[in-house]
């Protein structure tokens, strides 16, 4: 029996985004058998479980200091793919709500909104992380020629602010024949 799916609400474009890539990563992290979870993954010193924690913790970080009440903290340690597909339902919840989304606030690269941020820097998170989880799980992360244009369009966007420490290590060489996932891939220091 399939799990069932992360509700798929339409009340911000926002909202959709996140949706849109959620899915994905849902299906990569539900095939992650138990024993998975501790797999190395392409990002240095973490498991299949950090990835998740990750994307967990970042997340809520973002979203409840910016006073969006997220309830407890899933326990990604007891199940992972259960943690992220029950933080993922408050997040949809929570960015339904135009009024979530559309909250301003000084960022780091300046003016911008709650949903703007989502978009641009956590949505393109997922999506590079889910080839992670892939990678480390042996599935295929399925990623989209969309979803490559939105990894290269974050590279162009945050420039070297991408390879400060804790966030991409620095581009890494390819033959000049490489395809395009594997160039993408590359530009945050990853060997497809």
């Known amino acids: 029996m399939d799990a069932p799916s992360a509700p798929v609400p339409t009340g911000t474009p926002t909202a959709t985004d996140y949706a849109a890539v959620l899915e994905p990563l849902l299906a990569v992290a539900d095939a992650v058998p138990a024993a998975g979870w501790d797999a190395a993954t392409p990002c240095e010193d973490w498991?299949?479980?950090?990835?998740?924690?990750?994307v967990v913790d970042t997340q809520r970080e973002f979203l409840t200091g910016r006073g969006i009440d997220l309830g407890p903290a899933p326990d990604v340690a007891a199940d992972p793919?259960?943690?992220?597909?029950?933080?993922?339902?408050?997040?949809?919840?929570?960015?339904?709500?135009?009024?979530?989304?559309?909250?301003?606030?000084?960022?780091?690269?300046?003016?911008?909104?709650?949903?703007?941020?989502?978009?641009?820097?956590?949505?393109?998170?997922?999506?590079?992380?889910?080839?992670?989880?892939?990678?480390?799980?042996?599935?295929?992360?399925?990623?989209?020629?969309?979803?490559?244009?939105?990894?290269?369009?974050?590279?162009?966007?945050?420039?070297?602010?991408?390879?400060?420490?804790?966030?991409?290590?620095?581009?890494?060489?390819?033959?000049?024949?490489?395809?395009?996932e594997e160039r993408v891939l590359a530009l945050l220091g990853r060997r497809a």
Do not use: K
């Open 81 to 180: 793919a259960a943690a992220l597909r029950a933080h993922a339902g408050r997040v949809l919840a929570a960015l339904s709500d135009p009024a979530v989304a559309d909250e301003s606030y000084d960022g780091f690269f300046g003016p911008t909104t709650v949903g703007e941020t989502l978009a641009r820097f956590y949505v393109w998170d997922m999506v590079v992380h889910r080839w992670d989880l892939a990678r480390a799980t042996g599935q295929d992360a399925g990623l989209t020629d969309a979803e490559l244009g939105r990894i290269e369009s974050g590279v162009s966007t945050w420039g070297d602010t991408l390879y400060t420490d804790g966030i991409c290590r620095p581009a890494v060489e390819v033959p000049g024949d490489a395809g395009r």
């Open 47 to 54: 498991s299949a479980r950090d990835v998740v924690t990750h």
